[in-house]
């Protein structure tokens, strides 16, 4: 068992950790460096872009053929960590979602020159891309089977109608990934595709306002209403959407908390850095133990959430599908980011509900965290169900879960 990082995934932690504090941190402060969705603005953003690719930091999590940076998983976690402990972090290295989760699983399911046309132009940042999957009532959500937008084959063109909505970057994309339903087979009635935003026969008919500041694009909710698609756009096979879901879901779900776990990491550092000085009663808050048993108790869940990434990290590595572990580490680490960035606000007190910090930022982000990419409810239930499926197994050391089951929530 070795909890160390190797020498050369440090030597790229430290880089990006230095580039966050030197060049991504200090633009938080001013106003001016924000849209009016409260994302870093598209022009400071490119500049950023253009450095962090200067600097050998681009896209860590693609091949080094395609211009990124080679890490596992395993580095990947050290990595993300860091970059997120700015809010404007991921985007300036190209690891944010959703193009971050699209990446991976078209470098993963894509043909060649599926790749050439789908996947290259978002390494490089030249394009942005979305995720088509959930769905308004009845439609599908939570449980993928009821997923009900039809892509109907006609000829060597598929035709699709249907409604999505919470489609992270739809206003900003040109590369969007649709699971639509082809079948009535529960399992095997899904097929996923590319599609490009100049292509017609769909709209996007809102960006849907949300509680949190906004990824590049917001969050839409698109009307199909007969988008015709060429077969040779098609990933994987028909009938293969859900395993294409599936592929995208698992690494996309770790990426996640790898940034929540920079995220509440951040949060810390400001309530460490404001207690330390910040007097009552004659004593620093620091030296408080009420205040002491607050800190201590995030920081905790927040390295409890580090190892249970990193597991799931090497179990990915090492070519299993992790189910259970991604799930575990998705509950977890978004309870452990709300409860850091609670703290933090708590510790800050008047301050920690202004915006002279990013906690206020952070906390309204935070909440979608129990949300995306699978309810925690839901996540507990993959837990329950190969506790209660697997018995003993469970709790082997050396189990690693090569994919015996492919699909499902
Ligand atoms: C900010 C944000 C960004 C998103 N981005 C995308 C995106 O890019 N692409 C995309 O396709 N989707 C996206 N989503 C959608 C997201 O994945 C879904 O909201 C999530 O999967 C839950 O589905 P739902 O909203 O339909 O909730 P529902 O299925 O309606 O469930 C509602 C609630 O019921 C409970 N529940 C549901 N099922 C169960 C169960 N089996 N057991 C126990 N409790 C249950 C949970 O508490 C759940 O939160 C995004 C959502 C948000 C908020």
Redesign the pocket.
């Known amino acids: 068992m070795e909890f160390t990082l190797p020498a050369p995934i440090d030597d790229v932690r430290r880089r990006v950790r230095a580039f966050v504090d030197e060049r991504l941190i200090p633009l938080e402060a001013d106003r001016v460096n924000y849209d009016e969705h409260e994302n870093v603005r598209e022009d400071v953003l490119a500049r950023m872009r253009g450095e962090a690719r200067a600097a050998g930091l681009w896209a860590l999590q693609m091949p080094k053929s395609r211009g990124g940076g080679g890490l596992p998983f395993v580095g990947m976690a050290a990595c993300y960590e860091e970059m997120n402990r700015s809010i404007f972090g991921p985007a300036a290295f190209n690891s944010a979602a959703?193009d971050d989760g699209n990446m991976m699983v078209l470098e993963r399911v894509g043909t060649d020159a599926q790749k050439t046309r789908w996947l290259q132009p978002i390494v490089e940042g030249r394009v942005r891309s979305?995720?088509?999957?959930?769905e308004p009532?009845p439609g599908g959500?939570?449980?993928p089977a009821m997923i009900a937008t039809t892509a109907e084959k006609r000829g060597d063109r598929w035709v699709v109608r249907g409604r999505?909505w919470?489609?992270?970057?739809a206003d900003a994309a040109s590369h969007f990934l649709l699971i639509a339903r082809t079948s009535d087979d529960a399992r095997r009635g899904h097929t996923a595709f590319m599609f490009h935003r100049d292509q017609p026969g769909w709209r996007l008919l809102r960006r849907i306002p949300?509680m949190?500041p906004e990824e590049h694009g917001g969050?839409g909710e698109l009307v199909f209403d007969g988008l015709e698609i060429d077969d040779g756009d098609r990933l994987l096979g028909v009938g293969e959407g859900l395993k294409v879901a599936q592929i995208r879901l698992g690494p996309a779900r770790l990426t996640h908390c790898m940034r929540w776990l920079g995220l509440a990491r951040r949060s810390l550092e400001i309530a460490q850095e404001y207690i330390g000085r910040r007097m009552s009663g004659g004593r620093r808050l620091a030296d408080r133990e009420s205040v002491q048993l607050q800190m201590g108790e995030a920081a905790m869940q927040v390295r409890i959430g580090r190892l249970l990434v990193m597991h799931a990290a090497s179990k990915l590595d090492a070519g299993a599908m992790a189910r259970n572990e991604l799930s575990m580490a998705k509950v977890h680490v978004a309870d452990a980011l709300h409860r850091a960035v609670d703290t933090a606000i708590q510790l800050n007190g008047g301050r920690g509900y202004s915006k002279d910090t990013p906690l206020e930022w952070i906390y309204r982000y935070a909440r979608?965290a129990r949300?995306?990419?699978?309810?925690s409810?839901?996540h507990k239930?993959v837990i329950a169900r190969h506790l209660a499926e697997d018995a003993e197994a469970f709790f082997d050391w050396n189990r690693l879960d090569l994919p015996k089951r492919s699909t499902s929530?």
């Open positions: 959703p979305s995720f088509v999957m959930t009532h959500g939570s449980d999505k919470f489609i992270t970057g949300i949190g969050h979608q949300l995306v990419d699978g309810a409810e839901v239930t929530a």
